[in-house]
């Protein structure tokens, strides 16, 4: 533990999944956060639970597509916890979908969220740490980004879109003092799937049909965990890997290199 002992860490939504994962484990590991959530409620239940546990932490409800919110949600972060050292751009929709099956306004959104809404918390906060002369991004992108997956057309196009800014983010900055680099999920157990689950299969034998066939899409057997993301996240954003910039990490039990 104490491996981020009071750095400041924004984590675009936090409240729920992958993100909400990451705030709990960087709590535990000493840092401040900055929890930026459109859904208040469930980004209020992960701040009441890191209060519980004796960490510091603010709620600040965001919509990362909106320059002036994403601005205002900076400076309520520097306010309330100090500036930022660390930035965790987990925020994002998914979408199900090939080409022409994906609607103009669709596509539009899913970059709206996925790609524009990256960009302006990028834009805004990364001037705060070039004052400070360091500072950590971590992108959450996807495997999606590097490889063909089934009737994902928009969704790929934007986490394509998130690995080009994390190099280009990464080269920029790399002489003052700030790293960037992006985690490519496979597929993580997240409220996501329970819903597309819910959503598309909704008798319960055709539901654990389809969740045994997604869990068997990884060669290793079985989908992630959010905490196994924290895990790897928290590592990318210690000083343990200092190193280490324009990295895109696959952590997809095997889907990469094994199927």
Known sequence: MNKLQNKV???????????KAIALRFAKEGAKIAIWEKDTDAGREVAEEITSSGGLVTLIE?????SQN????????IQTIGKPTHLINNAGIAHVGSVTDTSEEDFDLVMKVNTKGMFLCIKRVLPTMKEQGNGVILNM???ASRLGILDRFAYSASKGAVLAMTLSVAKDFVDQGIRCNCICPGRVHTPFVDGFL???YPEEIEKK????????????????TPEEIASLATFICSEDASFITGVAYDVDGGTMTLR
């Open 62 to 66: 965001c919509d990362i597509t909106d």
């Open 9 to 19: 860490a924004i984590i675009t939504g936090g409240g729920k999944g992958i993100g």
């Open 209 to 224: 049909q389809k969740f045994e066939e997604l869990s068997k899409y990884q060669p290793i057997g079985r989908m992630g």
């Open 141 to 143: 992108a996807s495997i």
């Open 198 to 200: 819910d959503k598309y």
């Open 70 to 77: 994403v601005e205002s949600s900076l400076q309520k972060t």
